[in-house]
């Protein structure tokens, strides 16, 4: 997904489809809908109620008991069409907030259950602080166009063109007149609305960028403070910083613009109104309560109009947002996901035949790869850094869809291309190099909210030797763990990382680097299991470390995305080639 370069956002369809994410609400948006027009209604009849009061109480000759009892009943029926209207507008307020609520959560729920969905490549190409924006700012965007756009701005919409009809009913020369200033305000608000826009996608670029930024920095902060380049990174953070800064000086110098030419027209406008109307008192044929009124409805024409340019601010997030959250919603999922649940008979076996692969087109990162793995064998992958041996295991796991003319990759003696890829992940135990937890307490984190019976999990502790990091907490399986498991040490959360893949009691099971980040101490133990570990099942070790795969039935030796060499430990040092020195390199 290419930020620096968002399409024109289609407004109106990204509208129509927001409005259908509300549809569950149809009926309440419906009442809201007539509870917005009935309120500007409301509002159009009170400069009537005083136009009334003026001509036939203050004005006009009579008894002073008898209009001083029209005034008060006027009065009365002024107060109590105010309270009305407040009624009116609080419950339509009320019920698009419940409106809007309804479609943010549907639409963050949608957004959450589409990330799960979403193939590795989309991970691997949004940063993290642009996917956390998703979700937060720009579903918080979709409820402010129904809090404070649909909310007040139907209310507006109808006010406007009602208090219209009533000044055209009241007055049409004076209306008619008013009507010169129309194109240049319509002219401004579209130069707005231009402006706006372009300065809103900006800023929610440079938004999301910020939080990229912040993320990775927070997740980089060891390695910032160890190689002392705070300074650094304060500085690229300014001018980030700076770039929104500025962005958002432009948007409010152009507000200052906006508005002050707003008032000058208002104030012009009733200047025009007082002259004319003026005149026409004097000449008999308009009432001062026609005037008063008029004035009213001048009054009340600008607030409406200059509160739906400036909710238009708004509506334009709100549309930018919706944008990019339907390109998520669109992206396509992993194909694997829907396909028939039908797997075959668990044997363990892998298949890897002609395999080629490559994440950009132009740098392939594996090279007709084939080699076999036969039911219960233990078989090691190794070879130098970027030799392809953990895009091996993502393309076994279905990370990365095979095209068919790039080789095929057999589990269980069927293609992945016939695998429903939960089932698939299922019987697939993997630990990776990269150890994380969830925050919540251990249990939660061996079963991942799944339904995994307590004495499986004990079985899965004792074999991974993780029954002491367990037991030396109180509440054991229930104690909480910190962020990341930031209260256990590097070799405790590895044990447990064990322990979660074994929990699924899968017939295979694939090790990469599992044991780069154990102390010698832990990895002792972890040694000592691994007979156990590992009995009954399948497993593909990935290691830098050659002395911890000495004994493992088949060893893969990889250079530059090719299989370079195969055979145990001592056909490959007999042989003498890659795997020989790499070997010796690491004992002398």
């Given at each position: 997904m290419d930020e620096e370069r968002l399409e024109r956002p289609a407004a109106l369809a990204n509208l129509r489809r927001l409005l259908s994410e509300s549809l569950p609400g149809r009926g309440l948006l419906l009442a809201c809908l007539l509870g917005s027009l009935a309120s500007a209604l409301v509002k159009v009849f009170l400069p009537q109620v005083v136009r009334a009061g003026i001509d036939h109480f203050m004005v006009a000759s009579g008894a002073?008991?008898?209009?001083?009892?029209?005034?008060?009943?006027?009065?009365?029926t002024y107060a109590g069409l105010l309270l009305v209207g407040l009624v009116i507008e609080y419950s339509t307020a009320l019920g698009l907030n419940r409106v809007g609520q309804g479609v943010v959560r549907s639409m963050r729920s949608r957004i959450w259950s589409k990330f799960h969905r979403l193939p590795i490549q989309f991970f691997d190409q949004n940063a993290v602080g642009r996917l956390v924006t998703r979700v937060a700012n720009d579903t918080n965007a979709l409820a402010e166009l129904f809090t404070n756009v649909l909310a007040s701005g139907l209310a507006d919409f109808f006010l406007f063109f009602g208090i219209l009809s009533a000044m055209l009913y009241l007055e049409p020369g004076l209306t008619a007149i008013l009507f010169l200033l129309c194109p240049f305000l319509v002219a401004l608000t579209f130069w707005f609305k231009r402006v706006a826009q372009a300065l809103y996608r900006?800023?929610?670029?440079?938004?999301?960028?910020?939080?990229?930024?912040?993320?990775?920095?927070?997740?980089?902060?060891?390695?910032?403070?160890?190689?002392?380049?705070?300074?650094?990174?304060?500085?690229?953070?300014?001018?980030?910083?700076?770039?929104?800064?500025?962005?958002?000086?432009?948007?409010?110098?152009?507000?200052?613009?906006?508005?002050?030419?707003?008032?000058?027209?208002?104030?012009?406008?009733?200047?025009?109104?007082?002259?004319?109307?003026?005149?026409?008192?004097?000449?008999?044929?308009?009432?001062?309560?026609?005037?008063?009124?008029?004035?009213?409805?001048?009054?009340?024409?600008?607030?409406?109009?200059?509160?739906?340019?400036?909710?238009?601010?708004?509506?334009?997030k709100a549309v930018i947002a919706s944008e990019r959250l339907f390109r998520i919603l669109?992206?396509?999922?992993?194909?694997?996901?829907?396909?028939?649940?039908?797997?075959?008979?668990?044997?363990?076996?892998?298949?890897?035949?002609?395999?080629?692969?490559?994440?950009?087109?132009?740098?392939?990162?594996?090279?007709?790869?084939?080699?076999?793995?036969?039911?219960?064998?233990?078989?090691?992958?190794?070879?130098?850094?970027?030799?392809?041996?953990?895009?091996?295991?993502?393309?076994?796991?279905?990370?990365?869809?095979?095209?068919?003319?790039?080789?095929?990759?057999?589990?269980?003696?069927?293609?992945?291309?016939?695998?429903?890829?939960?089932?698939?992940?299922?019987?697939?135990?993997?630990?990776?190099?990269?150890?994380?937890?969830?925050?919540?307490?251990?249990?939660?984190?061996?079963?991942?909210?799944?339904?995994?019976p307590e004495q499986r999990l004990e079985q899965a502790l004792r074999v991974s030797r993780a029954e002491g990091v367990v037991h030396r907490f109180e509440k054991g399986l229930d104690?909480?763990?910190?962020?990341?498991g930031n209260d256990l040490s590097q070799g405790e959360r590895q044990l447990l990382s064990f322990a979660r893949a074994l929990a699924r009691e899968p017939g295979i099971l694939i090790l990469d680097e599992a044991t780069a980040s154990i102390d010698s101490k832990t990895e002792a133990a972890i040694n000592q299991a691994l007979e156990q570990l590992l009995e009954g099942r399948t497993a593909l070790i990935i290691a830098h470390r050659l002395a911890t795969v000495k004994n493992v039935d088949k060893i893969i030796v990889l250079q530059e995305g090719r299989v370079v060499e195969e055979g145990n430990h001592e056909q490959l040092l007999a042989a003498d080639g890659l795997y020989a020195l790499m070997f010796r390199s690491q004992t002398i």
């Open positions: 002073t008991a008898g209009r001083l009892d029209g005034l008060k009943q006027l009065a009365a900006e800023l929610r670029v440079l938004l999301a960028r910020v939080n990229a930024f912040f993320g990775e920095t927070v997740q980089g902060i060891t390695i910032i403070k160890s190689l002392s380049a705070q300074q650094v990174i304060r500085e690229r953070f300014g001018l980030l910083n700076q770039e929104c800064y500025n962005n958002e000086m432009d948007i409010i110098h152009r507000q200052a613009i906006f508005r002050p030419i707003f008032a000058i027209s208002e104030i012009l406008a009733s200047a025009l109104v007082l002259i004319i109307g003026g005149r026409q008192i004097l000449a008999g044929d308009l009432t001062m309560g026609g005037l008063v009124a008029f004035l009213f409805y001048l009054r009340m024409l600008f607030s409406p109009l200059q509160e739906m340019a400036e909710k238009f601010n708004v509506f334009q669109d992206s396509d999922s992993e194909p694997g996901l829907d396909r028939p649940s039908n797997p075959p008979p668990p044997t363990g076996s892998v298949r890897f035949d002609k395999v080629s692969f490559a994440y950009d087109p132009e740098k392939p990162v594996l090279h007709e790869v084939s080699f076999e793995v036969e039911a219960g064998q233990k078989v090691a992958l190794v070879g130098p850094t970027g030799s392809g041996k953990t895009t091996i295991t993502g393309l076994l796991l279905g990370f990365y869809p095979l095209a068919p003319e790039s080789g095929q990759i057999e589990v269980d003696g069927q293609s992945l291309e016939g695998w429903n890829l939960t089932d698939l992940r299922n019987r697939i135990g993997f630990v990776h190099q990269d150890l994380f937890l969830f925050s919540g307490d251990i249990r939660r984190n061996l079963t991942l909210f799944g339904d995994i104690h909480e763990l910190g962020e990341g």
